[in-house]
Each structure stands twice: as C-alpha cells, then as structure tokens.
Nanobody, 120 residues
Framework: QVQLVESGGGLVQAGGSLRLTCAASGSILSINTMGWYRQAPGKQRELVAADITSIHTTTYADSVKGRFAITRDNVKNAVYLQMNSLKPEDTAVYYC?????????????WGQGTQVTVSS
C-alpha cells in the first residue's frame, strides 16, 4: 500500500503562483510514475503533469505547458507542482497520483485532493 498526502492548495489571484506538494509513504518502488491530475466542477478528471522514472520523462497537458513544472525529491518520496501565471480556468481539485508495477501487477493510488481556486 502507498499513501499520498497533498498540501499547498488555496486561493490565489490570476497571475499568481502556488506550489503543491505530494508526500508518498508505504511500499514505494524506485521505478514509478508520480503525477498530478485535476478535476473542475462538471468536468472529467484530467492529467496535468506526470514524471515517469522508467523513461526519464515528464509530460504536461498542453494547457499548462510553460506555466507549470513538476519536480520530485526521491529522498523524501515527494513530488511537487509549481504553478505559475495561474488562470481562473486552472481552478479545480488537484489530485496526486502514483503508479507502480510489482511483479507485473499495476498498482495505482490517489491522494485525497487539494482545492486550487484562482480568482479573476
């Protein structure tokens, strides 16, 4: 089992910045994918950014490229999402996501979510 705890959400004006943190604990493997998804009211959950250690790649939604940056600290088992130049359309609940494979079995975990609200 893996536990994910998010922090860092809040209310910010358009153009401002926030940094989200996700701390992972439990049975963590060094090869994994950690990322951030978001879900706005009435919309489907969507990928925001992900860091994939197996192929040394990060990926971003087109809507956040150039504004958001995902980084991780493998010592702390944490992943961060630096969000700059925030827009009202970034308002959503942001969820941390963790994926790993153990003996070929895919395991996926979610955090509880943190609210990000961007006012115009």
């Amino acid at each position: 089992q893996v536990q994910l705890v998010e922090s860092g959400g809040g209310l910010v004006q358009a153009g401002g910045s926030l940094r989200l943190t996700c701390a992972a604990s439990g049975s963590i493997l060094s090869i994994n994918t950690m990322g951030w998804y978001r879900q706005a009211p009435g919309k489907q959950r969507e990928l925001v950014a992900a860091d994939i250690t197996s192929i040394h790649t990060t990926t971003y939604a087109d809507s956040v490229k150039g504004r958001f940056a995902i980084t991780r600290d493998n010592v702390k088992n944490a992943v961060y999402l630096q969000m700059n130049s925030l827009k009202p359309e970034d308002t959503a609940v942001y969820y941390c996501n963790y994926i790993q494979r153990i003996f070929g079995v895919r395991e996926e975990y979610w955090g509880q979510g943190t609210q990000v609200t961007v006012s115009s």
